[in-house]
């Protein structure tokens, strides 16, 4: 099998497995902290952390599991964190919007919409002008944050010193229960209000990660050549509620049908077929998925017999005493 399809299946099937999981364990109350499961978005997590380097940085928001996994973060501490254990990524004080593995250039997570906008600008900035490294920083992001203002002044600021920076908005037409006609003016166009920063912009569906490879593939060349910052919106959607393990379409915020017609743009399908189209070999496919299997179930286990932190350590991080 092509090697660039086994890389992304890899991706996508370990992040829709690991919050399959998260969803079934989450209801033993084990896990203390809100989750936000990416389960129907994986596409855009795997196509582009596959072109990333180890040391380039990425952050993320309050949906960060795909981003984490897609850009190689260790699992076991992911979970860990997760059951709020010592051994998890931020030491078992933050939970799964605390992500974090600086070995593998995940510089942190933020549930404070749009917060992590300006950091991930500024973490570019340092590593231009003073590290004077030639890695890139890319910033995950939802549409909602799009409408905050600390944005706008990001991208202002990105432009205008042409920082090594990849912005990838995940447009999944919701932010909580709120869809995009009851927040922004039916013409609004993120793209465009962008590009009118001077910053090139692309819109793009973010369901096939070949697509959303390919894509951010030219876009980082670009950006490696030092030609600034790049601007991605890929269109895709959750399946399940806005935080939590559960479905919630019985609550009726989205049209009829909605769901399901997503449902038939399955990112993990979509590859499968493409796989299946161009090589009979299933048995590696077979392979893979186990491997990752006996990951995940190490990685649950692990999480459940690591200790919770110290209370010692409570005060130990924190700016002020
Ligand atoms: C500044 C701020 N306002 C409101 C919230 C509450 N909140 C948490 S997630 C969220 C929705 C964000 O939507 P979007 O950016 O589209 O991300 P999605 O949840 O769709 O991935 C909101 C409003 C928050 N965390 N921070
Ligand atoms: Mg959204």
Redesign the pocket.
Known sequence: MNKLYRDLYKKIYKIRCVEKKISTMYKHQEMRCPV?LSIGQEAVAAGVCANLGKKDEIIS???SHAHYLGKGGNLKNMIAELYGKDKGCAKGLGGSMHLQDLDNGIFGSV?????TIPIGVGIAFYSKFFLKKNNITTIF?????TE?GVFHESINFASLHKLPILFVC?N?L???YTGLKDRQHVNRSIKKIVESNGIESHTSTGNDVLDVYSLAKESINKIRKKKGPIFLEFKTY?WLE?CGPNWDDNLNYRPKGELKSWMNKCPLKKLRGKIFSNSKKNNTLDKIEKKINYEIENAFQFAKNAKFPKKEILNKFIYSN
Do not use: L, Q, W
């Open positions: 936000h928001t309050h949906r549930p404070i919409v749009g917060s992001f939802g549409e909602g944050a905050e995940e999944n919701y932010s909580v959750r806005h």
